[in-house]
């Protein structure tokens, strides 16, 4: 009898953001139906939170290459819109991107001033967009986990609070490191974005979990790479309502 071997499919990263940056729909194309629906998860944040002001807000997902770039940088956009003083920052150390979608310098960012060699004032960019500013992840580090877990952390988001009206992380997958679980006891809550059809049903439960474990304030996800025939309650729109 013949047997088959079954190669199990992996995922390839997508590495084209790392190169271009993500799209600014919100900034592109203001009018459009999927910018509509990122104003509306804007908003929808805006409610979540009953009790408790929201000014910190961690965007995560499970694995790479799931689109919480894109989703975390729109937001930022649409919320700068409102005028709010907002301030993004790129909190992926290993893979960043926010320094090629705004077309910024990356020659000192988040890494500099946790290292000590940069203050914060320094590290703090405008962007084209009013109101909203950034600070990009800075050159590559070799212990990022250790820097983000350490208490320049605490005394940046204390600053940064003082100063900015909403405060955005674009942190990295909760299953390939430990970063985002680390990042996300700091923050006021904690959003998953998950593509549908594309990430691992397993996966996200695990980053869930995960999430959990460090008691964060998960307020939902958002799920994105939506069929347009499956959205056509949301205006054949790609992302899916918050």
């Not at 940088?73 to 005028?83: F, R, T």
């Amino acid at each position: 009898m013949a047997f088959k071997l079954l190669k199990k499919k992996t995922k390839k990263l997508d590495d084209y953001s790392l190169t271009h940056g993500v799209g600014l729909v919100t900034y592109d194309d203001p009018s459009s139906v999927i910018s509509e629906q990122f104003n509306t998860i804007r908003t929808n944040i805006q409610f979540s939170s009953v009790d408790k002001e929201l000014n910190s807000i961690l965007f995560t997902s499970s694995a790479p290459s799931e689109g919480k770039s894109t989703v975390s940088n729109n937001v930022a956009v649409s919320w700068a819109k409102q005028d709010k003083k907002v301030v993004l920052i790129d909190a992926d150390l290993r893979r960043p991107t926010i320094h090629k979608t705004f077309n910024v310098s990356n020659k000192a960012g988040l890494s500099n001033y946790l290292l000590g060699t940069a203050s914060l004032e320094s590290v703090i960019q405008p962007t084209m967009v009013d109101n909203l500013f950034v600070i990009t992840s800075g050159p590559t580090a070799p212990n990022p986990s250790e820097l983000l877990g350490s208490k320049k952390i605490k005394e940046l988001f204390q600053d940064l609070t003082a100063q900015f009206d909403f405060m955005i992380l674009d942190a990295p997958p909760v299953n390939s490191v430990t970063d985002a679980q680390v990042l996300a006891t700091k923050v006021d809550g904690v959003i998953l974005v998950v593509p549908q059809g594309y990430a691992d049903k397993t996966g996200v439960i695990h980053a869930k979990k995960a999430l959990q474990t460090v008691h964060s304030n998960i307020l939902g996800a958002i799920m994105n790479r939506t069929a347009k025939d499956k959205m056509k309650g949301y205006y054949g729109s790609q992302y899916g309502a918050y």
